[in-house]
Structure formats: C-alpha cells, structure tokens
C-alpha cells in the first residue's frame, strides 16, 4: 500500500487518525502499568527494569496491548464517515473483522474465566494470570473466524452497535468486579474471616454475571439514537465511572499495602489492574467519539464537518468555501 492510498485510507476512517495517535500513547502505559503496580516499595520499584525485559511478562502484556487496540477499534465501528448520509456505517472489512475479534476476545474471555474458575474449585490447582491470558489469546481467532461470516450476513445494509454494547457490558462487569473485590479486601481488613475462594468468585464469576445483567440496559439506553452521540456518551460516562471508582478505592489500598508483604494477592490489586482495564478500553472510544459525533451533528444542522463553517446557504458546494475540506469533497472527488 503506496503513501497516497494510505493517506485517502485515513481521511475516510474518522476512527483511525485519533486511535492510531492513542495507541502510541497508551502501549507502554500497558506494557509498564502492571509492573509498576505491583511495586509495593521503593526496594521493589527498582525491580521493574526487569520485569519489563521478562520474556513471559513481554508475551503477555503486549498480548493485551494488541487485544486492547482491536477492542477499542471495534467499539468505534459504527462510527460514520463524513461521506456517509445512511443511517449505518458501510460495513468494510476493518469494520467487521475488529467487531468480529472484539466479540470473539469477549466469549473467549468470558468462557476461560468461568472455565478457570471451575477448574480452582474442582481440581484445587491454581491458574496464574499468564495462562488464562494465552488460552483467551488462543480461543479469540477460532471464535472470530465464525463470528466474522455471521456479522457480514447480519450486518449487510450497514453496521449495527451490538458489539459496541456488548463490550460497554463488559466493562460495567469489571466495573463491578473492581468494586467487589476491594470490598473483599476492606472486610478482610477489619477482620473478618471469609470463606475460601471469595476473591475467585470477585474476579472471575462477578463480571460475568455483570456482563450479562448490563448488556440489556445498555441496549434500552440506545434505542432510537445516533450511534457517534450514544456511543460518545455511554464512553465518556464509563471513562469518568473507573476514575471516581479508582478514587474511592484509593484510600482502602493504601491500608492493604501497609498490612501485607505480597500485594500482588490482594483485592485492591486486582481492583485496580481491571479498573485501568476498563479505562484504557473507555478512553480510546472517548477520544475519538465526542469529535465524531460533533462532526456528524454539523453536518445534519448544515455546518463543515471539519471547521464548523456555516453551509446552510451554500449547500450546493463540491466544498466548504472556508477550508477547502469537508461537506461534499468526497462527492465531488468521486463524480470528478
């Protein structure tokens, strides 16, 4: 793919420009975050160069990078284009496949939680974090592949939000997996005794249970609404939810971290690494989505997409007369 196509590419997916520039931004945030979090010292904060440079912590964290970044591309797949004056987005191949491996990371995600939780209850032997990450990573494209074909048949005159919704839900389950198992860990806290696997139960079954009770409010939340405006919303109100979450647990964590010599146990741990979870996989959809649907509401009430220039009188223009972009370039880039 020479410059120009890669260009004329950019200019037509809304969505890529402002991702492309985040995931920049945010991989070695991932890729360090973990890392960091688990220091519970400042002896133990000069680990972290290690860590980083551990082949197994590398595989996994950048594993995660990778699913993060098609989650928040899919997310943002019934954004419309400029160009665009149907209902729905066109449905191109960037756009099913990200929802199709966005919604095939979720069953795969859901299905290893359950299955590593049955397996501690059942079989009394641990799966660390690390295993279930590459048997989610594994199961995704087997599960993709079907959801793919299914999605281009369903999805034929145009893209629908059901998979943005559906990792909306997911992530009012973690959401409410942070906050169960930091009230695990301030009830251990005062002393009270709590019956083996509870943390499992927080980590594991919680967001789950969550997914699937959210998943239906969501989509009555959505009904009868643009999809760059909804989805804009429904992000920014997530985004902002883990970041008062966070703060709210913030005080509880501190008192873990002075009462235990192995953080990495503790729900105040887990709390806060599925809360920057749900924040990283909200910001992307937040940074991109308030300027899309600002630029898609200029649109309909007559002004350039891309400068706000007033068009009402001037509608029949190949061109927005102020910046020379926008409107109907497209159009008349095509009819020429």
């Not at 002004?303 to 009188?313: A, H, L, Q, R």
């Not at 190949?318 to 020429?336: L, Q």
């Given at each position: ?294 630029r898609r509401q ?17 509608r029949n223009l ?19």
């Open positions: 793919m020479n410059l120009t196509r890669l260009g004329h590419l950019l200019k037509r997916q809304v969505q890529l420009p402002a991702l492309l520039t985040l995931w920049l931004v945010q991989a070695p945030l991932i890729y360090a975050l973990p890392a960091v979090v688990l220091s519970n010292s400042w002896r133990h904060l000069l680990d972290v160069p290690k860590s980083l440079i551990n082949p197994n912590y590398a595989t996994e964290q950048l594993t995660i990078i990778v699913f993060v970044c098609i989650a928040q591309f899919g997310i943002t797949a019934p954004i419309r284009r400029p160009d665009e004056k149907n209902g729905r987005a066109t449905p191109t191949f960037l756009r099913l496949a990200s929802s199709a491996l966005t919604l095939g990371l979720l069953i795969s995600a859901a299905c290893t939680a359950l299955g590593v939780f049955l397996w501690n209850m059942f079989i009394s032997r641990a799966v660390n974090d690390q295993t279930g990450v590459m048997i989610a990573a594994s199961l995704c494209p087997a599960i993709s592949l079907p959801v793919y074909f299914v999605l281009r048949r369903r999805w034929r005159n145009g893209v629908g939000v059901e998979v943005s919704l559906l990792l909306a839900g997911a992530m009012v389950g973690l959401m409410v997996s942070a906050a169960s198992t930091a009230f695990l860990a301030g009830v251990e806290l005062v002393g009270w005794k709590l019956p083996d696997g509870r943390m499992m139960v927080g980590l594991l079954v919680t967001p789950c249970v969550a997914w699937i009770v959210a998943t239906p409010l969501l989509w009555s939340f959505a009904k009868n609404k643009p999809p760059e405006t909804m989805l804009a919303r429904l992000a920014n109100r997530l985004f902002i939810g883990t970041l008062i979450e966070g703060i709210a647990i913030l005080p509880i964590d501190v008192m873990v971290r002075r009462k235990t010599g192995c953080y990495c146990t503790e729900g105040t741990f887990f709390s806060f690494v599925t809360l920057s979870t749900a924040a990283l996989l909200c910001l992307g959809p937040a940074v991109v989505l308030v300027p899309a649907a600002r200029r649109l309909i009430d007559g002004c350039c997409p891309v400068c706000g220039y007033d068009m009402t009188s001037t190949p061109s927005c007369p102020e910046c020379g972009s926008g409107w109907r370039a497209e159009d008349s880039a095509s009819v020429s």
